[in-house]
Antibody, heavy 112, light 112 residues
Framework: EVQLVESGGGLVQPGGSLRLSCAASGFTVSSNYMSWFRQAPGKGLEWVSVIYSGGSSHYADSVKGRFTISRDNTKNTLYLQMNSLRTEDTAVYYC??????WGQGTLVTVSS | DVVMTQSPLSLPVTLGQPASVSCRSSQSLVHSDGNTYLNWFQQRPGQSPRRLIYKVSKRDSGVPDRFSGSGSGTDFTLKISKVEAEDVGVYYCMQGTQWPWTFGQGTKVEIK
């Protein structure tokens, strides 16, 4: 069974950092394209980043230079390193496999 | 960026009746490879998003055949032939043709 479990969310002050994890089971992270999306409270969906099987990645302009997507093939886990966090980064963050399978999300709150 | 505009934003429907959501893009979604990367997602209350349709009209595995997608170029439509109670939620279109990937604002489907 394909499963994605996000973790690492929490409360952080503006300017701080967090690393989100997305543990995958039932498939190989490196063989698919993996994405991060986010949803601010009461708002719509926003694409954040994607990493392809070959290793290339893309970012939304709003996070470029601050966020880094990566994966650990030995742990079959996707990551999102988030630096220089802003209040507008507050959202539930979802990882997804090929846009089809989504995790349950992890809440990131950026506030002083 | 490609702007995705959905209408209506709220759609009250009667059980068993059809429903239709429109999605228009600010630029053609035809990719240089000939494909049109237009997706439809469903987000039920309190749940993660789920993709229903990809490449305009292809249904994902397990998606009931009452859901259908159509359109071309810049105009796209998601139709539900006969709305059921489990179809309540917010529906989003998303383009994956140009960077950055972008979503429509979402259409909230509710039962009258």
């Amino acid at each position: 069974e394909v499963q994605l479990v996000e973790s690492g969310g929490g409360l952080v002050q503006p300017g701080g950092s967090l690393r989100l994890s997305c543990a995958a089971s039932g498939f190989t992270v490196s063989s698919n394209y993996m994405s991060w999306f986010r949803q601010a409270p009461g708002k719509g969906l926003e694409w954040v980043s994607v990493i392809y099987s070959g290793g290339s990645s893309h970012y939304a302009d709003s996070v470029k230079g601050r966020f880094t997507i990566s994966r650990d093939n030995t742990k079959n886990t996707l990551y999102l390193q988030m630096n220089s966090l802003r209040t507008e980064d507050t959202a539930v963050y979802y990882c997804a496999r090929d846009l089809v399978g989504w995790g349950q999300g992890t809440l990131v709150t950026v506030s002083s | 960026d490609v702007v995705m505009t959905q209408s209506p934003l709220s759609l009250p429907v009667t059980l068993g009746q059809p429903a239709s959501v429109s999605c228009r893009s600010s630029q053609s979604l035809v990719h240089s490879d000939g494909n049109t990367y237009l997706n439809w997602f469903q987000q039920r209350p309190g749940q993660s998003p789920r993709r229903l349709i990809y490449k305009v009209s292809k249904r994902d595995s397990g998606v009931p055949d009452r859901f259908s997608g159509s359109g071309s170029g810049t105009d796209f439509t998601l139709k539900i032939s006969k709305v059921e109670a489990e179809d309540v939620g917010v529906y989003y279109c998303m383009q994956g043709t140009q960077w950055p990937w972008t979503f429509g604002q979402g259409t909230k489907v509710e039962i009258k």
